[in-house]
Nanobody
Framework: VQLVEHGGGLVQPGGSLRLSCAAS????????MSWYRQAPGKERERVAT????????IYADSVKGRFTISRDNAKRTVYLQMNSLKPEDTAVYYC?????????WGQGTQVTVSS
């Protein structure tokens, strides 16, 4: 099983980034997918979740209206479009897959928002 994130980097405040997470080794379309993030010295927090069909989404209050989660089951990939980025969005972003008691984490990708 693998979850491999791409798309992190350094961006100025107000800028945008698109993260992607490519899945392999499990039935992607059966799993809820989420993005989490963890800033230095802070607990990991859930940013956004999307259901199997990509119809239902949930966002943390801190990112509502700025971030959009989506998925392409044919490509076995989940995305996180991040707009209007703020310095407080700086963190390592992780992809997470869950179905019942089964869950998998990606290795994380660094997002740094700084001028």
């Amino acid at each position: 099983v693998q979850l491999v994130e791409h798309g992190g980097g350094l961006v100025q405040p107000g800028g945008s980034l698109r993260l992607s997470c490519a899945a392999s080794g499990f039935t992607f379309s059966d799993y809820y997918m989420s993005w989490y993030r963890q800033a230095p010295g802070k607990e990991r927090e859930r940013v956004a979740t999307i259901n199997w069909a990509g119809v239902t989404t949930i966002y943390a209050d801190s990112v509502k209206g700025r971030f959009t989660i989506s998925r392409d089951n044919a490509k076995r990939t989940v995305y996180l479009q991040m707009n209007s980025l703020k310095p407080e969005d700086t963190a390592v972003y992780y992809c997470y897959a869950v179905r019942g008691a089964d869950y998998y984490w990606g290795q994380g990708t660094q997002v740094t928002v700084s001028s």
